[in-house]
């Protein structure tokens, strides 16, 4: 299940705000529909935004036409700047954009039309490896999982949040295919409910037995002993560990170490910022009123309300079990131990 696809400069991405009642594509003609549908959410997740940058900056600088290469890269900073501009929080974005430019700057003595080709198929092989990354992410976070367990995860760390396969989900459909016997319980995630509408609906597509249930619930079955871990995945990890991620993770963490189970949080390396030391240097977005307000166009509270709606939260480190990356399974002291994945 894939949820973009690139071909000829066209962009063409599934529009996660219609799952799971319609299955409609939406075409990116230029680099600034990239950017919008990044910013709607049309595409969303750490993984699947970075490469979605990454086509937007190929479709960008195929659109720039000049002869002068201090022009073409005057213009190509702009690309990158708008996809800089669209979210916050996730690094991936950046990291791709960055690895983008760095690819044309290193080939600055190259014609203007190879510098080109090589931006298109270098967001080819970003979209490639992320798939790849995630089934090395499946394989280690396997072994952490036991045949009959039940899972519990938050927000969508899925197929439909990177480029194949998922990060968390990853993990759960490695579980599955080697045999174990698995079930999940997906958070519907408030305000965007990416639980409700896309994880619940893409585990069924896979037939994953999966229970969906209210943010609220989750301390509930902890405390009944019907969870045995909690996966979910990773905007944007700080070198202490601290994790930030779509919004409530933090509370089902603290849930999860009152009740005893292992909270791990699955991330490919490039959702790990090397430059911040702790979660307080990560930038948390904040979205538009309405999204808590409403639902499908809906009021559910009064006129004129005060609102806050903040996108993701930070986990402190001491209540992370292990982050699983396609590198290995990292344990505590993560201060120590992430530093050796770069
Ligand atoms: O606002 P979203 O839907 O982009 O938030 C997504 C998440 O928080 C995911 O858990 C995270 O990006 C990891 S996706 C593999």
């Known amino acids: 299940m894939r949820p973009l ?3 000829d400069g066209v962009l063409s991405l599934i529009d996660q705000t219609k799952l799971p009642n319609e299955q409609i594509w939406v075409d990116c003609k230029n680099y600034q529909e990239v950017a919008d549908a990044i910013v709607n959410m049309i595409v969303r997740g750490a993984p699947a935004i970075g490469v979605t940058a990454a086509y937007g900056v190929a479709i960008g600088a195929l659109s720039i ?6 022009e073409f890269f005057s213009e190509l900073r702009e690309v990158c700047d708008v996809m800089r501009n669209t979210r916050p929080t996730a690094v991936n974005l950046f990291w791709a954009i960055d690895k983008m430019y760095n ?3 290193s080939m600055k003595e190259k014609s203007i039309p190879e510098i080109k080709d090589a931006l298109v198929k270098h967001a080819f092989i970003l979209d490639e490896e ?8 499946g394989q280690n976070g396997n072994e952490l999982i036991q045949d009959n367990w039940t899972i519990l995860t938050h927000c969508n760390a899925g197929a439909l949040a990177t480029c194949d396969y998922g990060t968390a989900l990853g993990v759960i459909r490695m579980a599955k295919e080697s045999g174990k016997n698995i079930q999940v319980f997906a958070d519907e995630t408030r305000p965007y409910l990416q639980g ?3 994880t619940a609906w893409e585990l069924q597509q896979d037939n994953i037995p999966v229970t969906l ?4 619930m989750s301390g509930h079955f902890m405390k009944a002993g019907n969870i045995n871990c909690v996966i979910v995945g990773a905007d944007r990890i700080a070198l202490n560990g601290d994790t930030a991620n779509k919004i409530g993770t933090y509370s089902v963490a603290v849930l999860a170490k009152e009740n005893n189970i292992p909270f791990y949080v699955a991330a490919p390396v490039s959702t790990i910022d090397f430059s911040i030391q702790s ?7 904040e979205r538009k009123a309405e999204e808590v307000t409403h639902i499908k166009g809906i009021r559910l509270a009064p006129e004129s309300i005060c609102v806050r709606n903040p996108s993701f939260d930070v986990t402190p480190n001491k209540y992370i079990t292990a982050i699983i990356t396609e590198k290995g399974v990292v344990y505590p002291p993560f201060e120590e131990n992430i530093k050796k994945l770069k």
């Open 196 to 198: 409700a509408r896309l």
């Open 65 to 70: 036409g000049t002869d002068s290469k201090n």
């Open 213 to 216: 249930i209210c943010d609220n």
């Open 130 to 137: 992320d798939v790849n990354t995630n089934k090395a992410i």
């Open 279 to 285: 979660g307080e240097q990560i930038p948390i977005e």
């Open 103 to 105: 690819i044309a700057e």
């Open 5 to 7: 696809k690139y071909k």
